[in-house]
């Protein structure tokens, strides 16, 4: 077991040596100073420091150490000059009070991004600040809301299918608006009888998550987009996991008045830990004026920060968003080039290649082509006696990230697969062999799959108490 650094700490080693001859300390409150302050560092070599780290760091999993098909999520190779990039000493050393013209490198990096995602997304103006994809969905609520506002309609209602993404209801709730759900279809698509039968004149809008949770694309989405647009309502696009269509078709074709996408899935950025994301929305020009400021705009020779939008939301984020992502996306961008249309081309077919070689072993709910990712039921095997937990954790004893369980809700047992454009076959052919390994398993020795996980540093938890009667306190050998 990984004892602390505190209980590694030692009298006769140290690592630094900082006393008030090196340093004047003056400037600190003698309380600070005290000898019991001092007493509770530890003392520990350099290279013991750095063992430390790199063993806790080794307790992670990460996409360095292996698949990582967390359906939703794209979690995808970051290409590492993307790192090298955003690092660069003219980015990291900018102030974001700087005036524009001290800044004209990184301004036109951002209204470049800026140009590619219009592109991308066939839309007319672009907000680079959110910070993650439910931030942009809460920004395009927000535009929403303002927009009837100032036209003077009073819309109360914003319509979500049951297969869309569960933050999308969070954020329409957020700003205000009642939720109305519709149905799927037996296909998994949105049931278009129950639609009309719920649009009207209180419709503020639909938020589509397209491809849907369920890795399939909404067929009939022209048709969607005119019953909305009719009844005078707006469309939203869940564009997270833009790998599934980029190049090949576009939010603006299938009739979208607002889109947010995620950089840090589609365009690149480690987001494992949580963040830093960023979750650019972008909108069709009768709503431009209602984006988020500053935008980054392009005036007579220069890149300049414009705060001048009639009717802006305001401000959703301190300064213009975060920078890093955006330098990330940007390079991934320029260094894919046409090319990010096989992005979403491999996507798919990594994904259905993986589908129907599992389709065999586990029911697979919505027997149709998929999109980025699919939706397995593991109820066959939970009749047996191992739910789809129990499945997951079996899965890292095969080292494996597993992938996103129990959603969409809509699936019983849900298993949600997305293995990402960036793996190769021998790894996809790895994953399948463990599940079909797993579901033998199963057949023949329930029991002993309910043992697993085995080989992560915490074994098997139990689940229960550890939701109601969490203990988080280090108590030590
Ligand atoms: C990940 C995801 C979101 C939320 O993005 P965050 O950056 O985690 O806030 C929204 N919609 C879909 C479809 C997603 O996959």
């Known amino acids: 077991m990984t004892r602390l650094i505190f209980e590694k700490t030692s009298d006769d080693l140290n690592g630094i040596n900082i006393t008030d001859e090196h340093v004047d300390f003056d400037f600190l409150d003698k309380k600070y100073l005290s000898e019991q302050t001092s007493s509770i560092l530890p003392n520990i070599s350099e290279l013991e420091v750095m063992r430390h780290y790199k063993e806790l760091s080794d307790k992670n999993f990460c996409i360095e150490k292996g698949f990582y098909p967390l359906g939703s999520c794209t979690m995808k190779y970051n290409p590492k000059v993307n790192e090298l990039l955003s690092s660069l000493e003219g980015f990291i050393e900018l102030h974001p009070l700087q005036d524009d013209f001290d800044c004209q490198g990184a301004l036109k990096l951002m209204y470049n991004l800026q140009e590619a995602l219009k592109k991308i997304s066939g839309m007319d103006a672009v907000s680079l600040m959110p910070a993650a994809g439910a931030h942009g969905e ?30 999308n209801p969070a954020s329409a709730a957020m700003c205000g608006f009642k939720i109305i759900e519709v149905k799927s279809n037996e296909k998994g698509l949105v049931d278009i009888e129950e639609l009309i039968s719920v649009v009207d004149e209180k419709t503020a809008a639909i938020m589509l998550t397209n491809p849907n949770t369920l890795g399939l694309f909404e067929e009939n989405i022209l048709e969607i987009s005119e019953i909305v647009h009719k009844a005078g309502g707006l469309l939203y696009y869940d564009g997270a996991n833009m790998n599934a269509v980029m190049g090949h078709t576009n939010p603006r074709l299938m009739g979208f008045d607002i889109v947010h996408m995620n950089l840090h899935k589609t365009f690149s950025t480690p987001h494992g830990g949580g963040g830093p994301g960023a979750g650019p929305v972008m909108v069709v020009e009768k709503l431009k004026e209602y984006l988020p400021v500053p935008s980054i705009g392009y005036v007579d020779g220069n890149y300049r920060r414009n705060y001048n939008l009639r009717h802006s939301i305001g401000k959703v984020k301190a300064f213009y968003g975060n920078f890093s992502v955006l330098v990330k996306a940007y390079a991934y961008i320029l260094l894919m080039g046409k090319e990010l249309k096989d992005v979403s081309s491999n996507a798919v077919l990594n994904a259905n290649y993986m589908m129907n070689k599992l389709k ?23 009749e047996m006696g191992v739910n789809t937990l129990a499945i997951a954790k079996r899965l890292m004893d095969y080292n494996f990230h597993p992938p996103t369980i129990y959603f969409p809700l809509i699936v019983h047992e849900a298993i949600m697969i997305e293995p990402t454009e960036s793996e190769t076959k021998e790894r996809l052919d790895d994953f399948i ?25 915490i074994k098997k938890a139990d689940e229960v108490l550890a939701a109601r009667k969490p203990d988080l306190r280090y108590k030590g050998k």
């Not at 809460?138 to 319509?159: A, C, D, P, Q, S």
């Open 360 to 382: 065999k072993y586990y029911n697979l709910p919505y027997d149709r082509k998929c999109m980025h990712e699919f939706v397995l039921s593991g109820e066959h095997q939970k």
């Open 138 to 167: 809460l920004t395009g609520m927000m535009i929403v809301k303002k927009y009837f506002e100032t036209i003077g309609e009073e819309r109360t209602n914003v319509i979500i299918p049951d297969s869309a993404h569960g933050t």
């Open 433 to 457: 062999a463990a599940m079909i390994n797993i579901s033998e398993e199963i057949k023949q020795n329930p029991q002993e799959v309910l043992k697993s996980p085995q080989s992560t540093p």
